[in-house]
């Protein structure tokens, strides 16, 4: 993996007990049943996470299921935000406080999503930047992420690009 951008934090222990926490089965579930039920209820899960990259995989299971067999296009949704939504939570959870706000969705869809699906999204850093930009100028910055999902025999099913934005909050 690459090293963060030079105004990008560095991965510290705040940020590596954020992870601990967000990847221990009984904190995580805990986590989405309390904060995103409609993520827990699915199946959502954060697989892997790391200072530049996050995995999050939704079932096909009964509750995610369309009636095309597939699995519905709002449970990958779901599932494709939580990849670089983790990420920035993550980067937000320690320093000044900042409001984080998908503000854009854009998804292509490659082919029938029938098994698992793993949805990676490789923009942490970018996302690290952007905070910390946002820190050191009170402005707000945008990062279009890009979570591409795979099924279990490693296909691309869909790609999507959600648009965050990112704003430190005033401090009066």
Same mark, same amino acid.
């Given at each position: 993996?690459?090293?963060?951008?030079?105004?990008?934090?560095?991965?510290?222990?705040?940020?590596?007990?954020?992870?601990?926490?967000?990847?221990?089965?009984?904190?995580?579930?805990?986590?989405?049943?309390?904060?995103?039920?409609?993520?827990?209820?699915?199946?959502?899960?954060?697989?892997?996470?790391?200072?530049?990259?996050?995995?999050?995989?939704?079932?096909?299971?009964?509750?995610?299921?369309?009636?095309?067999?597939?699995?519905?296009?709002?449970?990958?949704?779901?599932?494709?935000?939580?990849?670089?939504? @983790?990420?920035?939570?993550?980067?937000?959870?320690?320093?000044?406080? @900042?409001?984080?706000?998908?503000?854009?969705?854009?998804?292509?869809?490659?082919?029938?999503?029938?098994?698992?699906?793993?949805?990676?999204?490789?923009?942490?850093?970018?996302?690290?930047?952007?905070?910390?930009?946002?820190?050191?100028?009170?402005?707000?910055?945008? @990062?279009?992420?890009?979570?591409?999902?795979?099924?279990?025999?490693?296909?691309?099913?869909?790609?999507?690009?959600?648009?965050?934005?990112?704003?430190?909050?005033?401090?009066?």
């Amino acid at each position: 993996m690459s090293q963060p951008a030079a105004n990008a934090p560095a991965d510290t222990p705040q940020l590596a007990a954020f992870r601990r926490r967000l990847l221990d089965p009984l904190k995580q579930r805990v986590f989405l049943l309390s904060q995103l039920p409609a993520a827990g209820l699915a199946g959502v899960r954060v697989q892997q996470l790391s200072f530049g990259a996050a995995t999050v995989t939704v079932p096909f299971k009964f509750l995610t299921k369309n009636p095309f067999r597939s699995i519905y296009f709002a449970c990958q949704s779901m599932a494709a935000e939580m990849a670089s939504g @983790v990420l920035a939570m993550m980067h937000t959870s320690t320093g000044a406080p @900042v409001s984080m706000l998908v503000v854009g969705m854009e998804a292509s869809f490659h082919k029938k999503a029938v098994t698992r699906v793993a949805f990676e999204c490789t923009d942490g850093e970018v996302i690290a930047q952007a905070i910390a930009e946002s820190r050191a100028t009170g402005e707000g910055r945008t @990062v279009r992420a890009t979570s591409t999902g795979r099924d279990a025999s490693g296909d691309v099913v869909a790609v999507f690009h959600i648009t965050w934005s990112f704003r430190a909050k005033n401090r009066a």
